[in-house]
C-alpha cells in the first residue's frame, strides 16, 4: 500500500485538490444562496409571514426538477451555460455549476424542512412579544434551526463529493475519474481501492468535522 501512494503520489494529490475545488466552491455558493432560499420558500408557505401559494408552487417546481434529472443527463443538459457563462463546458471550472445546482436544490429544502419542524410556541411567543416578520426570522426560527443547518450542510456536501465522482466525463478531474481511469481502465484494482478509502476517510472527516460544530452551538444554546 505504502509502495502504491509512493508511486502515485503527485497524481493522487492533484486530483484530490481537484475534487476540493469542485466540492468546496459549489458548496460557499450553495451555502450563500440556499439559506435564504430556504426561509423565503418557508415564508411563502406561511399566513403570519408572506404567503403566496403561486410563488411557493413555482420556486417548489423549479427545485424539484433541479434534483428529479439524473445527475448524468444533468450534466449535458447544463454544457451551453457552462459554455456561456465560463467560456468553456469543459474542466474543473465547469464541472461546478451543475454541482452547485444540485446541492442548492438538496439544501434549500432542508433548510425548508428544518424551519417546518421549529415549534409552533416559538412564533407564537415571537408574535405576543409584537415581533415583526423579519424579526421572527432573524431572532426566532434561525436560531432555533442552526444545529438543524450545519448537520443538513454536511449530509449535502457528502452527497456532493459523491456526484463530483462522475464530473470525469466533462474532464473535471478529480479522484473519482482518477480511480476509474488509472485503477478500472488500466485493471489496478489495488489502486482504485486505495482511492476508495481515501474517500471513506474524507467522508469520516467531514462527518465529524460537522457532527463537532454542531455539538458546539448546541452546547452554548
Avoid: H
Amino acid at each position: 500500500m505504502i509502495n502504491l501512494i509512493e508511486k502515485n503520489y503527485d497524481k493522487i494529490i492533484e486530483a484530490f485538490w481537484e475534487t476540493n475545488f469542485m466540492v468546496f466552491t459549489s458548496m460557499i455558493i450553495c451555502f450563500i444562496l440556499s439559506i435564504p432560499l430556504g426561509v423565503l420558500l418557508f415564508s411563502l408557505n406561511k399566513d403570519y409571514i408572506i404567503k403566496n401559494n403561486i410563488a411557493y408552487q413555482i420556486l417548489s417546481i423549479l427545485l424539484n426538477m433541479l434534483r428529479s434529472v439524473p445527475f448524468l443527463i444533468f450534466i449535458f443538459i447544463l454544457i451551453p451555460v457552462s459554455r456561456f457563462l465560463f467560456s468553456t463546458s469543459f474542466g474543473n471550472l465547469a464541472a461546478t455549476l451543475p454541482l452547485t445546482l444540485v446541492s442548492i436544490s438538496l439544501y434549500t429544502r432542508f433548510v425548508e424542512q428544518a424551519l417546518l419542524n421549529v415549534p409552533n410556541k416559538i412564533v407564537d411567543r415571537a408574535v405576543s412579544m409584537g415581533a415583526n416578520k423579519i424579526q421572527i426570522i432573524r431572532y426566532f426560527l434561525i436560531p432555533s434551526i442552526k444545529v438543524d443547518l450545519v448537520l443538513s450542510f454536511t449530509s449535502v456536501t457528502i452527497s456532493i463529493l459523491s456526484y463530483s465522482t462522475v464530473m470525469g466525463v466533462i474532464g473535471a478531474g478529480g479522484l473519482g475519474e482518477f480511480a476509474f481511469r488509472y485503477g478500472y481502465q488500466e485493471y489496478d484494482y489495488p489502486l482504485m481501492y486505495l482511492i476508495v478509502i481515501i474517500f471513506i476517510i474524507y467522508v469520516y472527516i467531514i462527518q465529524n468535522i460537522g457532527y463537532f460544530i454542531a455539538n458546539k452551538i448546541s452546547k452554548k444554546q
